[in-house]
Structure formats: C-alpha cells, structure tokens
C-alpha cells in the first residue's frame, strides 16, 4: 500500500497569513503516460463530510476559492492557502488514487491563532 | 443537487451484524460509482469498499475482506454495506462517496455523505 505521510499534524496561522500542509507518498504517484500525478486534497470543517478542493495535485474543483492551491508533483506535495480566512478552520486530508486501495493521509488540522 | 444520504448505523456487539445504506438523489445513480469510506475515531479517513456501476465488480480493503460485502440496487438508487463479524476496530464513521467521473471507478470523490456511525462494542 502506498502510505501517505502528512506534515505538520496541526498548525496556527493568523488570519490573512499563509498555511502549507505537506503530503508526502512512500512512492511515486505520477503515472508517466499521462505525466499526471493522482493528488488530491480534501477539507473537512468540524460536524461536516469531506469536501474536495484539489485534484491531478494542482486542479482546482469548481467553486473552490483560488486562495488554495496544490503543487509538487512525483512524491512531494504542498497545499496552500494563501491568504487564511476564519472559515478555513478544518482538518486536510492528502488522498493518492495511483493504485489500490487508494488511501489518505492522516489530516492536517489548521486553527487560527 | 446531489445528495447521498447513509443509515443503518448503530450500536453493535462484537461479532455481530449490521447493514449500511446509501440513499442518492439528484443524479443517474447507474452512472456513477460510490465507494464507502470510513474514519475511525481521532484518526483519518480509510477507503472500505467500492463496487462498478452495473454491480458486477468489487474490491475491498484487506482489513475488510471476506467480512464485508458491498453491493447496490440500480433500481432503487441505494448503495449497500452488509457488514458481518464486526470487530472493535470497524468502529467509524461511514460515508458514502461519489466517484467525480462517470464511469471511473478509481478517481476523487466529488460528494460525500454526511455519514452514520457504526459502534462495535460489548
């Protein structure tokens, strides 16, 4: 199984600053016939289901603010936010669909400090 | 819109039973593949269980294999998750979660559940 490591576990940013959440697979998920990387990243608010932000590591599902953004690519990968905004508070989840069973890191949980 | 609505959960005693279900609306339910996903407490989110659209085809997660068995009903929109010698450690919230693409069984999940919680315990 591919593992997906998550760093840091929980992190405090001030309103309008900037939070990175690292994603880290113990292989490569680019699948080099389609140079794709099978990345995405999902928020998940206190009380709420899983909501996708970023597929294909940097792809931006509609409706979701451009203050978050994916990048990296092989087995290294980022989301940021920009810009913190109070209703950003959620845990974040990596999730690599490269092979079976897919699976998710272990969350990231942003707070405002 | 596009809602899927799970049931079934509850409190069960180790080695026992339960079935989960996933009520969806607001799509072509037979277009679109829905995997079960669970998170257990204080931990992150685990893939469970998916079957192809038309039924035919299934996979598990290891942890579930041979103890779990997902199946759907084309005509009645609804997703299932016959669960059967539960354990401690199946105790989770489970969700239901829509494949984005039609007809991509291994792809990002576009919407969720809101989940029903399973608890196995004596």
């Known amino acids: 199984d591919i593992v997906m490591t998550q760093s840091p576990a929980s992190l405090a940013v001030s309103l309008g600053e900037r939070a990175t959440i690292n994603c880290r697979s113990s292989q490569s998920i680019l699948y080099s016939s389609n140079n794709k990387d099978y990345l995405a990243w999902y928020q998940q608010k206190p009380g709420q289901s899983p909501k996708l932000l970023i597929y294909w590591a940097s792809i931006r599902q509609s409706g979701v603010p451009a203050r978050f953004s994916g990048s990296g690519s092989g087995t290294d990968f980022t989301l940021t936010i920009s810009s913190l905004q109070a209703e950003d508070v959620a845990v974040y989840y990596c999730h690599q669909y490269y092979n079976t069973p897919q699976t998710f890191g272990q969350g990231t949980k942003v707070e405002i400090k | 819109q596009v809602q899927l609505v799970e049931s079934g959960g509850g409190v069960v005693q180790p080695g026992r039973s339960l079935r989960l279900s996933c009520a969806a609306s607001?799509?072509?339910?037979?277009?679109?593949?829905i995997h079960w996903v669970r998170r257990a407490p204080g931990k992150g989110l685990e893939w469970v269980a998916v079957v192809s659209s038309d039924g035919t085809n299934k996979w598990y997660a290891d942890s579930v294999k041979g103890r779990f068995t997902i199946s759907r009903d084309n005509s009645k929109n609804t997703l299932y998750l016959q669960m059967n010698s539960l354990r401690a450690e199946d105790t989770a919230l489970y969700y239901c979660?829509?494949?984005?693409?039609?007809?991509?069984?291994?792809?990002?999940?576009?919407?969720w559940g809101q989940g029903t919680l399973v608890t196995v315990s004596s």
């Open positions: 607001g799509f072509t339910f037979s277009n679109y593949v």
């Open positions: 979660a829509r494949i984005k693409n039609i007809g991509d069984v291994w792809f990002v999940f576009d919407y």
